[in-house]
């Protein structure tokens, strides 16, 4: 499932390809996707708009539409992937590697816009879904995330308060998203992997210092990962249809029975923590 640095890279391209472009017509493979509103209301209400804005909370893209009470959302969840393709045909960067045709088996919307450049949403299992909300849910959505890491609101003291004496295991914590908004298996793994502490390690177990220490490696795993534009395990490419490459920077995730590469000593074990296929170093964990 792409997480916070995979839905980031994602906006991060959107901003600099849709922003101020109108959407001249929008097709509809799979209605399932479109919550909330009909298919053909959904389409009425978007056709001869333009995004004003994209922003994103946690794994949530939020679609800003100029003079607009509603504001689209738009989840990819786990398979779910937005590609851009020019209107002479050249998709994003030119990478049609990962994408294949397009529209695809699995482009289950299509949003063209006038210039004649056009917007695919991919979606293999279907689970990802695109809805219009109203100011009043758009609030109420965004007020169920935790703290949002990468932003000021992610500092020491309210991470301290949040965690401290906390009775859970480290993973199940990071994975909540009404904790701290973002953090999926892959990225859940490889932060307890660089601060030293086993995903079912108890939260009360752990004193000030190691706390701290997991604070600066939730910045410093996704911040990087945000920089290397992602993780690809499977399906998440980035809007030009490439994968991400901080699959080269994983020291645990996907590594089960190969020799840990820090250490050099510890075989990488997969348990299950927090219902989670779960990666770690029996040596430099604890
Ligand atoms: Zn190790």
Redesign the pocket.
């Known amino acids: 499932m792409p997480e916070l640095p995979e839905v980031e890279t994602v906006r991060r391209d959107l901003e600099r390809y849709v922003l101020g472009k109108k959407i001249f017509g929008i097709e509809i493979g799979k209605e399932k996707i479109v919550k909330g509103l009909g298919v053909e209301e959904f389409k009425r209400y978007l056709k001869g708009r333009s995004f004003l804005k994209i922003g994103r909370r946690g794994k949530l893209l939020i679609f800003d539409l100029k003079e607009s009470k509603k504001t689209l959302l738009v989840h990819l969840k786990m398979t779910g992937q937005l590609i851009y393709r020019f209107s002479k045909g050249t998709v994003g960067g030119g990478h049609t590697q990962k994408t294949g045709k397009l529209p695809g088996k699995y482009s289950h919307i299509i949003l063209k816009f006038k210039d004649g450049s056009e917007l695919f949403f991919n979606d293999l299992r279907q689970f990802g879904y695109w809805k219009l909300v109203s100011k009043k849910e758009l609030e109420q959505i965004l007020g169920r995330f935790g703290i949002e890491p990468l932003t000021k609101g992610f500092n020491w003291k309210g991470f301290k308060k949040l965690i401290l004496g906390r009775k859970r295991q480290v993973k199940a914590f990071l994975l909540d998203q009404k904790m701290i908004a973002g953090i999926g298996n892959i990225y859940a793994d490889e932060i307890c992997f660089r601060t030293g502490v086993l995903p079912d390690r108890r939260i009360d177990s752990m004193d000030e210092k190691i706390i701290k220490k997991l604070y600066k490696e939730i910045e410093n795993v996704l911040a990087e990962a945000v920089d290397k534009r992602g993780t690809t395990i499977s399906d998440f490419v980035d809007l030009s249809g490439k994968s991400g490459g901080y699959i080269k920077k994983l020291k645990v995730y996907g590594r089960e029975k190969k020799k ?1 590469i ?5 075989m990488i074990k997969k348990v299950k923590v927090a219902g989670r296929g779960t990666r770690f ?1 029996p ?3 604890v």
């Open positions: 840990c820090v250490c050099k000593k510890g170093c040596i430099c964990q």
